[in-house]
C-alpha cells in the first residue's frame, strides 16, 4: 500500500485563523479556461489562538493567474504555493485580497467544483469542491456574504443562474453578458453554487404566511419542462408545510431548482439555487414510476428543508453533518408522512435503515452518527450520518413529544440563525426547551454500532403480572470496543388473546387507561412489571421502531401470525410478518431445506391478508413481501450467498403456487382502467397489485404470461409497464420485450436507467455477460453516475446471486470497475468499492477470492483518498 494523507480528527478541531466578511466573485466562463476572480474582504478571528498565524487558502487543480493584496501585486515570494495550500504569512489584521484563477470545466470528470454537462456549466462545492473553483478558507464555519458576477457567450449560455437574488445585468462586446446574483445571507461556500447554458423555466408564485411573494422556478434543458409539475407542486407543499409545522419561512425572492443529468447524488440545497440529479425532478406517469413520484417529493423537501437546517443554521465543522443530514431527512419524512401515509412511509424508512445502514453499523466502515476521523469527507454522507441520525432526532421526538420537540426547534433557531454549530448544540437547544437531561442520551452520536435489546416477557397467573426483563448490549466496532447502555425508548403493547389491547399499569401506578406506552431503558439489564394482566398475554414490541435496535423476543410462530392479524400498530404487524418471514428462511437456509413448500400457517395467514378489506392495500403489499437478500445476510454467517437467494427464490415459488386463485382475484380486483394518477390510494393499490404479479411470474403458465403481457401492452403509466418488464426480465422469453421497452425509450436517459438496472438484476444464467455487454450500448457511459450506479453498482450491490458467483468473476469485475472510475469520478468508485465490504462474512472460498480483488484495488498507484479509505478499512477488517 502507498503513502496516503493523514485522518483529519474531531478533535483537531480549531476555529479559523480569518474571518471572511465579503466575496465577490466574478466568473469568464469558458469551457477549458474559465477564469475566476475573487475578492475576498478578510479579518483576523479574535477567537484563533494565534494572533500572528498565517492565511492558509485551500485550492485544488487551480491554475494561479495573480494576487493582489489591498490594490498591490504580491510578488512570488510574498506566498507560498504548496500541493493544496496557498499560504501567505504576513497579513494585517484587516485586509482585501484579490486573487485570480484559471481552471477547466471541461475536463473535470469529478462532478464536484465547476464542471461542464450537455454544454451547460454546474457546480458542485458540498463538501470541499469550491477549492476547485478558487482559492478559499474552505470549511463550514467561515461564513461570508457573496456576490457573484457571471460573464457569458449569450448565445450559448443564455440564461446565466447564482446563490440569492439577481440585482444587475448587462450586455458586453464579443456577444457576451453578464448577470450579478447577490446573496444576503451569510453562508459557508460549500452553499455556493453557479449554472449557466441553454435553460428553460417552469415557474409559479408562491406567497408566505407573512405574505412574501416568492417565484417559484424549476430550470431544465429544453424539451422538459413538461416533466416538471410534480416537482414544482412538491416545492410549494414543503413550503407550506415547514411554514405550519415548524414556523419556518422562506427568505429570498426566489427558490430555484435546476436539473442536471451528470451528479454525483440526489441533490445540493445551495442557498437559493439548489440542484439536482434529473432523477428527482423529472416525471410524467409514462416515464416515471409511482416510487420516482414519491421520491421526487421528498427530495424536494429534503432540499428545501435545508434551507433552514443546515444553510441559516449550518455546520461548525463536517464531523458535524448529521446536525443537518439527520435532522432534514426527519423532516422529510416527516412531510412525507403527513402528506401521505404515516405508517408506509415509516415501513420502508425501516427497511431502508435496515438493508443500508445495519450492514455499514456491523461492517468496517462502522462509525457513530458524528464520526471521529475521516480521510474523505465525501465517504461519510452515510447511511448512519443521514437514516441513523435521523432516527435519532426520532427518538428525541418520542422522548418530548409533539410539542416539546417544536419547542426545542424554535429554542434552537432563536439561538443558533446565523452560525456554524455542533450536535451538542441542537441536543442542547432540545433539553434546555423541554427541562430534561439528554446526557445519556446523546451515546447515540458517539457509539457506533447496532444496539441489541433482548426482552424476556414471564406471566404470572396468582399475581396477574406480566414482567418483562429487558437488556441491552451493543457490539464491539473498530476502535470500540467497550460500549455504555443507552438511553432506548422501547414503544410497546399487550394484546390478549382476543386481540384486544390490555391497559398497561406499571407496579405501583394507577391506571390512566393507556394501551401503548414508552418505557425508557436506561440500564443494560432492566425488569417493568405490568400488573392487572388477567391471562396470558402477547407482547407488540418496539411499535412504530422507537429506536434503532435489533430486537429479540422468544415468540412462538403462533404468536406472530396472532400479531399479524391484530397488531394495532401498523409498524408492529408488518414487523410481526418481517420476523416471521425471517425466521423461516433462515431456518430453511439453515437446514438447507429450501425447497419444502410453504407451511400452511403461512399460506393461511397471507390468504387471510389477500382476501381482508380492512387493511390499507399498501400495507398488505409490504407485508406479503419477502425479506430482501441483504437483510437475511447480516444474520448469517459463513454466508454462501447463491444459497441464500435459491432458499427465498423457492419460498416465494411455492407461495406463488399455494396462493394462485386469491393472488389472480387481487389482481383482477385491483386492475384497474382508471388513468394514472398519482396519489397514496392508487398507488397502494398498484403496489399490492404488482406484489401480486410478482408472485403470479413465478408460474410458468400461459394465464400468467397473457397477464403479463397485457400489462406490458396497455399500461398508461410506468409503473405498471415497468411491473410487467421486471416480471418478463427474470424468464425465458423476456428478452423481446427487453427489446421493445429500449426502442421505445432509447432517447429518455432516466427511462433507459431503469431498463439497465432491470437486466443488473437479472437471475437468469449470463447476467454478467449482459452487463459487460450493456457497458457499450450507446445509452451508458462511465462518466455518468446514473448510469454506473444503474448497471454497475446495482449488480454489484444487489445481485446477490451473480455478483458472488462461485467462479468470482463478480468480484473481479467490481474491482475493475473500481479502478477505472477512480481516475474519473473516485467519489463514485468509492461507493462502489464499498461492495466489497461485508467480505470477511462469506464463506472461505469466496472470501479468499474478494479479498484478493480488495487487495489489487489497493496495491494501484495513484489510488484517491476515497477509494483508498475504502478499501483499506475492508481489508483492516480481515486482521
Ligand atoms: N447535502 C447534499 C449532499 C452532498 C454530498 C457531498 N458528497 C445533499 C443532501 O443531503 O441534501
Ligand atoms: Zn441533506
Redesign the pocket.
Given at each position: 500500500m502507498q503513502e496516503q494523507r493523514q485522518p483529519i480528527q474531531r478533535l483537531d478541531y480549531t476555529p479559523p485563523p480569518f474571518l471572511i466578511d465579503r466575496v465577490d466573485l466574478t466568473f469568464e466562463l469558458e469551457e477549458t479556461n474559465t477564469r475566476v476572480l475573487s475578492r475576498l474582504v478578510l479579518k483576523r478571528n479574535p477567537a484563533h489562538p494565534n494572533a500572528t498565524a498565517p492565511l492558509v487558502l485551500d485550492g485544488e487543480e487551480l491554475a494561479l493567474e495573480s494576487i493582489k493584496l489591498d490594490g498591490k501585486q504580491l510578488a512570488q515570494d510574498d506566498y507560498e504555493l504548496g500541493d493544496d495550500t496557498l499560504t501567505i504569512a504576513q497579513l494585517p489584521d484587516e485586509c482585501i485580497l484579490e486573487i485570480a484563477t484559471r481552471i477547466n470545466p471541461l475536463t473535470n470528470t469529478t462532478l464536484?467544483g465547476l464542471y461542464v454537462s450537455n454544454g451547460n456549466f454546474f457546480t458542485?462545492c458540498?463538501?470541499e469542491g469550491f477549492r476547485r473553483i478558487t482559492w478559499y478558507l474552505d470549511r463550514p464555519d467561515v461564513m461570508a456574504k457573496f456576490t457573484t458576477t457571471i460573464i457569458a457567450d449569450k448565445t450559448r449560455y443564455p440564461v446565466l443562474l447564482g446563490n440569492g437574488n439577481r440585482v444587475d445585468q448587462g450586455v458586453l462586446d464579443r456577444n457576451r453578458h453578464w448577470v450579478k446574483w447577490v446573496d444576503p445571507f451569510k453562508k459557508p461556500s460549500y452553499l455556493f453554487a453557479l449554472v449557466a447554458g441553454k435553460l428553460v423555466v417552469l415557474a409559479d408564485r408562491y406567497t408566505t404566511g407573512s405574505g412574501k411573494n416568492v417565484n417559484v422556478e424549476i430550470w431544465v434543458e429544453p424539451g422538459d419542462v413538461e416533466k416538471c409539475h410534480h416537482a414544482l407542486a412538491s416545492a410549494k407543499a414543503a413550503m407550506a408545510w415547514d411554514e405550519e409545522r415548524f414556523g419556518l419561512e422562506y427568505d429570498l425572492d426566489t427558490y430555484m431548482i435546476v436539473a442536471v443529468s451528470d451528479f454525483?447524488?440526489?441533490?445540493?440545497?445551495n442557498k437559493g439555487l439548489n440542484i439536482f440529479n434529473t432523477k428527482y425532478v423529472l416525471a410524467r406517469p409514462e416515464t416515471a414510476t409511482d416510487v420516482d413520484f414519491d421520491g421526487i417529493e421528498s427530495?424536494v423537501a429534503?432540499?428545501y428543508f435545508?434551507n433552514w437546517t443546515?444553510n441559516r443554521v449550518t455546520c461548525r465543522d463536517w464531523f458535524q453533518l448529521s446536525l443537518?443530514?439527520g435532522l432534514?431527512v426527519f423532516r422529510d419524512q416527516e412531510f412525507s408522512s403527513d402528506i401521505g401515509s404515516r405508517a408506509v412511509q415509516r415501513i420502508g424508512n425501516v427497511r431502508t435503515l435496515r438493508e443500508y445502514q445495519f450492514p455499514e453499523d456491523a461492517g468496517p466502515q462502522a462509525h457513530p452518527v458524528r464520526p471521529d476521523s475521516y480521510l474523505e469527507?465525501?465517504n461519510f454522507?452515510t447511511a448512519t450520518v443521514?437514516e441513523k441520525g435521523s432516527e435519532v432526532v426520532r427518538m428525541i421526538y418520542t422522548l418530548v413529544g409533539h410539542d416539546g420537540f417544536r419547542k426545542g426547534t424554535d429554542l434552537y433557531f432563536k439561538r443558533h440563525d446565523g452560525q456554524a454549530v455542533t450536535c451538542d448544540d441542537f441536543v442542547a437547544a432540545m433539553a434546555d426547551a423541554n427541562d430534561i437531561d439528554l446526557t445519556q442520551f446523546k451515546r447515540w452520536y458517539s457509539q457506533s454500532g447496532t444496539p441489541r435489546v433482548t426482552v424476556e416477557g414471564v406471566y404470572d397467573q396468582d399475581a396477574k403480572t406480566f414482567t418483562l426483563t429487558v437488556e441491552q448490549h451493543c457490539p464491539a466496532t473498530p476502535g470500540q470496543s467497550e460500549k455504555q447502555p443507552y438511553l432506548i425508548p422501547l414503544a410497546l403493547g399487550l394484546l390478549d388473546r382476543s386481540g384486544a389491547e390490555l391497559p398497561l399499569v406499571l407496579a405501583g401506578e394507577s391506571d390512566t387507561g393507556v394501551t401503548s406506552r414508552v418505557l425508557q431503558l436506561k440500564q443494560a439489564k432492566e425488569r417493568f412489571v405490568f400488573t392487572g394482566i388477567h391471562s396470558h398475554p402477547v407482547p407488540s414490541l418496539l411499535r412504530d421502531f422507537s429506536a434503532p435496535v435489533k430486537l429479540d423476543y422468544p415468540y412462538a410462530d403462533e404468536e406472530l401470525v396472532f400479531l399479524i392479524a391484530h397488531d394495532s400498530d401498523p409498524f408492529a404487524r408488518w414487523e410481526a410478518a418481517n420476523t416471521y418471514l425471517t425466521r423461516l428462511l433462515l431456518q430453511r437456509y439453515q437446514q438447507e431445506a429450501g425447497h419444502a413448500a410453504a407451511p400452511a400457517q403461512l399460506v393461511a395467514a397471507f390468504e387471510k391478508l389477500l382476501t381482508q378489506d380492512r387493511i390499507d392495500p399498501a400495507l398488505v403489499a409490504l407485508m406479503l413481501q419477502l425479506p430482501s437478500e441483504q437483510f437475511l445476510f447480516e444474520a448469517l454467517n459463513e454466508v454462501d450467498p447463491t444459497r441464500l437467494h435459491q432458499v427465498r427464490q423457492a419460498l416465494k415459488q411455492s407461495l406463488a403456487k399455494e396462493l394462485r386463485a386469491p393472488l389472480i382475484a387481487v389482481y383482477q380486483k385491483l386492475h384497474s382502467t382508471e388513468p394514472y394518477q398519482y396519489n397514496a390510494e392508487q398507488a397502494g393499490r398498484r403496489s399490492l397489485k404488482n406484489v401480486a404479479l410478482d408472485y403470479l411470474a413465478e408460474l410458468d403458465e400461459p394465464r400468467i404470461t397473457e397477464l403479463l403481457t397485457n400489462q406490458y401492452r396497455h399500461a398508461d403509466n410506468m409503473t405498471d409497464r415497468l411491473a410487467a418488464l421486471a416480471a418478463f426480465n427474470q424468464r425465458e422469453g423476456g428478452d423481446q420485450y427487453l427489446a421493445d421497452f429500449a426502442s421505445m425509450w432509447q432517447d429518455d436517459a432516466l427511462v433507459m436507467d431503469k431498463w439497465f438496472g432491470l437486466q443488473a438484476l437479472s437471475d437468469r444464467p449470463g447476467a454478467l455477460a449482459r452487463v459487460q455487454q450493456l457497458m457499450s450500448h450507446p445509452a451508458f457511459a462511465m462518466t455518468n453516475p446514473n448510469k454506473v450506479r444503474s448497471l454497475i453498482t446495482t449488480f454489484c450491490s444487489r445481485n446477490m446471486a451473480h455478483f458472488h458467483a462461485v467462479d468470482g468473476y463478480g468480484y473481479a469485475f467490481a474491482a475493475d470497475r473500481v479502478l477505472e472510475l477512480d481516475k474519473i469520478n473516485p467519489?463514485i468508485a468509492a461507493r462502489l468499492a464499498a461492495c466489497f465490504n461485508r467480505w470477511t462474512r462469506v464463506e472461505p472460498s469466496r472470501r479468499a477470492m474478494m479479498r484478493a480483488e480488495l487487495e489489487r484495488v489497493a496495491r494501484q498507484p495513484g489510488l484517491s483518498p476515497d477509494t483508498f479509505e475504502i478499501v483499506s478499512k475492508a481489508l483492516q477488517a480481515g486482521k
Open positions: 464536484s458542485q458540498e463538501a454525483n447524488m440526489g441533490a445540493m440545497e427530495v429534503h432540499e435545508h443546515g443537518k443530514e432534514t469527507i465525501n454522507y443521514y467519489q
